[in-house]
């Protein structure tokens, strides 16, 4: 946690020591200490953490080792000290990103088992807000923590409670559409969740002054994915409880956005479904009417969170909001694209992308624009239909999704697309292994700093 000073006795310093400027931090250790971290070959090599005792056997500090000084997460090493309290001491170059790491760093998904409560302390930086940083932390453990949740945990019904919840915490209203109402007014949400036993159902949270600027959020919320009828081999089947991955980053940044009360009229739209394996479930080659009334043929019932997406961007975009914005655990070609850290970005808005591009490297939350190619937009032709939700060919298939979301948005001043991973596959410092928030910090900075909060 982050504490004020006055909570501190004696808080330890932390130091970041760069691998090029460890000799020269060294030297000017004290003999035992600089003996101590010889002994046990610290030499500021990126992941090396060493707590340098007290006479009396306390830590008296830290060094973290940062190699090329490249990883603004490194502070997250400090989780491992339980009980303890820590002060930031030399050479950390954005204390802001320094104290977000600390706490991500306390991170754990502890829903199934116990863990110990004992926690690390960090004095808060001066000239950091502190406040500010608690809240994205926080958001970003919702994130996490929605993602985490096994699938036989987390419905459809489930995420709309837990929309509700977060409503319920900001004053914001909640109106869920199911039943019949989603099979007329939204039918291709309605069938990839026709053969699950759990309804799928769209949840609409919106929140702020109704004359401000709005802001919509579109999530994908298909809480598990077998691929239906094409099936998903097992392999690729065992991360799908995170294919609700993009309306937890909905939720995530809808709460930063509350949180900090900034002035605009945010929109959540979350299309939530489970795509099983039933006699309800739709088939390759059925022709689905959209909200949008285009008739879209189906290509592969294992690319179903385009079809959730494009008809609640139909609903929002109806609205012509100033900026409308949706996230989805969507293409694996993305990913082959740009790997798990790299979320793709689409936009027709070039001053937006560079915005949010430069956005991004400020807070440490990287997105990659990929272009909206229009000589790919026939790839999706249909002969019996307007359109095939997938492509005729093997290539680009993160660009031809975008291209046919983007099929459904005619009215908002400023749309962008986020194809992403939503996931860790491996534990770094800040960065556990499971569910993890992309992009949605960068659009938070974005989004605070053009309304003037």
Same mark, same amino acid.
């Given at each position: 946690?982050?504490?004020?000073?006055?909570?501190?006795?004696?808080?330890?310093?932390?130091?970041?020591?760069?691998?090029?400027?460890?000799?020269?931090?060294?030297?000017?250790?004290?003999? #035992?200490?600089?003996?101590?971290?010889? +002994?046990?070959?610290?030499?500021?090599?990126?992941? %090396?953490?060493?707590?340098?005792?007290?006479?009396?056997?306390?830590?008296?500090?830290?060094?973290?080792?940062?190699?090329?000084?490249?990883?603004?997460?490194?502070?997250? $090493?400090?989780?491992?000290?339980?009980? @303890?309290?820590?002060?930031?001491?030399?050479?950390?170059?954005?204390?802001? @990103? @320094?104290?977000?790491?600390?706490?991500?760093?306390?991170?754990?998904?502890?829903?199934? /088992?116990?863990?110990? #409560?004992?926690?690390?302390?960090?004095?808060?930086?001066?000239?950091?807000?502190?406040?500010?940083?608690?809240?994205?932390?926080?958001?970003?453990?919702?994130?996490?923590?929605?993602?985490?949740?096994?699938?036989?945990?987390? *419905?459809?019904?489930?995420?709309?409670?837990?929309?509700?919840? &977060?409503?319920?915490?900001?004053?914001?209203?909640?109106?869920?559409?199911?039943?019949?109402?989603?099979?007329? !007014?939204?039918?291709?949400?309605?069938?990839? *969740?026709?053969?699950?036993?759990?309804?799928?159902?769209?949840?609409?949270?919106?929140?702020?002054?109704?004359?401000?600027?709005?802001?919509?959020?579109? =999530?994908?919320?298909?809480?598990?994915?077998?691929? *239906?009828?094409?099936?998903?081999? +097992?392999?690729?089947?065992? &991360?799908?409880?995170?294919?609700?991955? *993009?309306?937890?980053?909905?939720?995530?940044?809808?709460?930063?956005?509350?949180?900090?009360?900034?002035?605009?009229?945010?929109?959540?739209?979350?299309? $939530?479904? #489970?795509?099983?394996? =039933?006699? +309800?479930?739709?088939?390759?080659?059925?022709?689905?009417?959209?909200? /949008?009334?285009?008739?879209?043929?189906? =290509?592969?019932?294992?690319?179903?969170?385009?079809?959730?997406?494009?008809?609640?961007?139909?609903?929002?975009? @109806?609205?012509?909001?100033?900026?409308?914005?949706?996230?989805?655990?969507?293409?694996?070609?993305?990913?082959?694209?740009? !790997?798990?850290?790299?979320?793709?970005?689409?936009?027709?808005?070039?001053?937006? +992308?560079?915005?949010?591009?430069?956005?991004?490297?400020?807070?440490?939350?990287?997105?990659?624009?990929?272009?909206?190619?229009?000589?790919?937009?026939?790839?999706?032709?249909?002969?019996?239909?307007?359109?095939?939700?997938?492509?005729?060919?093997?290539?680009?298939?993160?660009?031809?999704?975008?291209?046919?979301?983007?099929?459904?948005?005619?009215?908002?001043?400023?749309?962008?697309?986020?194809?992403?991973?939503?996931?860790?596959?491996?534990?770094?410092?800040?960065?556990? /292994?499971?569910?993890?928030? %992309?992009?949605?910090?960068? &659009?938070?900075?974005?989004?605070?700093?053009?309304?003037?909060?």
């Amino acid at each position: 946690m982050i504490v004020g000073r006055h909570e501190a006795e004696r808080p330890a310093p932390v130091h970041s020591v760069p691998k090029a400027k460890s000799e020269d931090f060294l030297a000017r250790l004290s003999r #035992e200490h600089a003996a101590f971290a010889e +002994a046990n070959g610290f030499d500021g090599s990126a992941g %090396q953490v060493l707590a340098l005792p007290d006479v009396a056997g306390r830590i008296a500090m830290v060094l973290v080792g940062t190699g090329d000084d490249s990883d603004p997460f490194a502070a997250a $090493a400090l989780a491992r000290f339980p009980g @303890a309290t820590f002060a930031l001491g030399e050479n950390w170059r954005d204390p802001t @990103a @320094a104290t977000l790491a600390f706490l991500l760093g306390l991170y754990r998904y502890d829903s199934y /088992k116990t863990v110990p #409560e004992r926690t690390a302390k960090l004095v808060a930086p001066e000239g950091v807000d502190a406040v500010d940083v608690r809240r994205v932390a926080r958001a970003v453990s919702l994130t996490r923590d929605l993602i985490n949740t096994p699938a036989n945990d987390l *419905g459809p019904a489930e995420l709309a409670d837990a929309a509700q919840a &977060l409503a319920r915490e900001y004053a914001a209203t909640v109106e869920i559409t199911d039943g019949e109402d989603l099979e007329t !007014g939204f039918p291709m949400i309605a069938a990839v *969740g026709a053969a699950s036993n759990r309804p799928p159902l769209l949840i609409d949270m919106t929140w702020g002054d109704e004359s401000a600027p709005k802001v919509t959020l579109v =999530g994908k919320g298909v809480v598990f994915d077998t691929g *239906g009828l094409d099936i998903k081999p +097992a392999s690729a089947m065992l &991360l799908m409880k995170k294919d609700m991955g *993009g309306a937890a980053q909905a939720l995530g940044l809808a709460q930063m956005i509350m949180d900090a009360d900034l002035p605009i009229r945010l929109r959540v739209l979350i299309g $939530a479904a #489970e795509n099983a394996i =039933g006699s +309800a479930a739709f088939r390759p080659g059925d022709v689905l009417r959209s909200r /949008k009334g285009l008739s879209v043929e189906i =290509g592969n019932t294992d690319a179903e969170g385009r079809l959730v997406l494009a008809d609640a961007l139909t609903y929002a975009d @109806a609205e012509a909001p100033e900026l409308l914005i949706d996230f989805a655990t969507l293409t694996g070609a993305a990913r082959v694209a740009l !790997g798990p850290d790299l979320p793709a970005m689409f936009t027709h808005d070039d001053v937006l +992308a560079q915005e949010l591009t430069v956005s991004g490297e400020d807070v440490h939350d990287p997105v990659w624009r990929l272009p909206l190619w229009p000589r790919y937009d026939k790839w999706l032709k249909s002969e019996i239909a307007d359109v095939n939700h997938i492509s005729s060919q093997a290539f680009a298939g993160s660009i031809t999704a975008a291209l046919f979301l983007n099929r459904f948005v005619a009215e908002a001043h400023s749309y962008v697309h986020f194809d992403l991973y939503a996931w860790n596959g491996e534990a770094r410092p800040g960065r556990p /292994k499971g569910g993890e928030a %992309q992009a949605i910090r960068a &659009l938070y900075h974005w989004l605070a700093v053009r309304y003037g909060a």
